[in-house]
């Protein structure tokens, strides 16, 4: 197992930008896929995000892509979520997960490791 702690999330103006940034204790983070959703309130977890363990695969939710890079370091053992232009609808609690397939899933039950959050808020 993995385990992960957010950070980077705050108050943001619309059209601003956040950096999101998750740290993994462990020595397995390289062989962990990885990937970000966000919740908001009264609606489910919904995937933003993912990258496999070699970063040579990305993968984008229709509602970010252009706007949202996901990147890792694994020398680092960190995982990064750069959003900018962002947006209201993209207030949510966000979380990095991760898995051991080298296979990006969309879905949340697919993800073994959880971090606890870290909230974005976009005001406009």
């Known amino acids: 197992q993995v385990q992960l702690v957010e950070s980077g999330g705050g108050l943001v103006q619309v059209g601003g930008s956040l950096r999101l940034s998750c740290a993994a204790a462990g020595r397995t983070f390289d062989k962990r896929t990885m990937g970000w959703f966000r919740q908001a309130p009264g609606k489910g977890r919904e995937f933003v995000a993912g990258?496999?363990?070699?970063?040579?695969?990305?993968y984008y939710a229709d509602s970010v892509e252009g706007r949202f890079t996901i990147s890792r370091d694994n020398a680092k053992n960190t995982l990064y979520l750069q959003m900018n232009s962002l947006e209201p609808d993209d207030t949510a609690t966000y979380y990095c997960a991760s898995r051991g397939n080298d296979y990006v899933s969309r879905r949340p039950l697919d993800y073994t490791d959880w971090g606890l959050g870290t909230q974005v808020t976009v005001s406009s």
């Open positions: 990258i496999n363990r070699a970063a040579s695969s990305t």
